[in-house]
């Protein structure tokens, strides 16, 4: 081979490869955004916040005290059921007492039975209430956002902050219908964002199966795809995303997609 059969080689190879880079970083991917299923805790009834203890961006286990709200009126009503109780265990004791003797009658007891049993459910629940004035995390997760602070109202079933579980991230992305067979549910896809790791991936599990317009927050560059289909995937390493963060979703090399397989 001449010399200069091989430089011309040479430089078809360097175009070649040149044209692949730029069509590589021409291509945008499919276009999407870091979201999450958040775990919202809230108290039963309405009060007021007097304490926090947890802050934004903190790691929870499940069981740990994330705050607390104002709990005198379920205070002083367990006392009154309490006190209630005890009326009621007494008359139960008299009624027992007399009929052992004859004295007093079985429709006496009944009743002195019954009203023995209120009370003892009465008390339950105030116990109940009275503890859940503490809300504590059902979940393990980071803290992901507080909406109450201490010496805020909260309504009834409001959430005070919620929780974000690791495995509650998820990516949502939208493909063309063009591109719908190449994947499937359960291929492995490569994430890119910004100054974010260069091995990050993610596994499709849902698959949309009506198509719907382009939505307005994803620019595409191709017009003519107006149809598209929303695919979520489970990012690997779901601690080096952040909620809100745009991504663009690549097909993996490394793992054949469905018709590939």
Request: charged fraction near 25%.
């Amino acid at each position: 081979m001449t010399s200069s059969r091989l430089i011309k080689i040479l430089a078809m190879v360097a175009l070649a490869a040149a044209l692949a880079g730029c069509q590589e970083r021409r291509d945008p991917g499919f276009q999407g955004w870091v979201e999450a299923d958040m775990i919202f805790v809230s108290p039963d009834e309405a009060g007021r916040v007097v304490k926090l203890n947890v802050r934004e961006g903190e790691e929870v286990k499940v069981g740990d005290l994330l705050y607390s709200v104002d709990d005198d009126l379920q205070q002083a009503d367990l006392n009154q059921n309490k006190a209630t109780l005890a009326n009621a265990q007494q008359t139960y004791d008299r009624a027992a007492s007399l009929r052992g003797t004859g004295a007093g009658t079985q429709a006496n007891l009944d009743a002195a039975v019954s009203a023995l049993r209120v009370a003892e459910a009465k008390v339950n629940t105030s116990e109940t209430q009275l503890a859940r004035r503490k809300g504590f995390a059902p979940v393990a997760g980071t803290i992901q956002q507080i909406y109450f602070r201490e010496g805020e109202m909260v309504a009834a079933q409001r959430p005070v902050l919620s929780i974000m579980p690791p495995g509650n991230m998820k990516l949502r992305f939208f493909v063309p219908e063009a591109e719908l067979p190449k994947l499937s549910i359960g291929d492995q896809v490569r994430v890119v964002c910004d100054n974010c790791a260069a091995d990050l991936t993610a596994k499709i599990y849902f698959i949309a199966t009506t198509a719907e317009y382009t939505p307005p927050v994803i620019y595409s560059l191709d017009e003519r795809n107006k149809l598209v289909y929303l695919i979520q995937a489970r990012p690997s390493r779901p601690d080096a995303l952040r909620v809100g963060q745009p991504i663009s979703v690549y097909l993996n090399p490394k793992t054949p997609v469905a018709d590939r397989r």
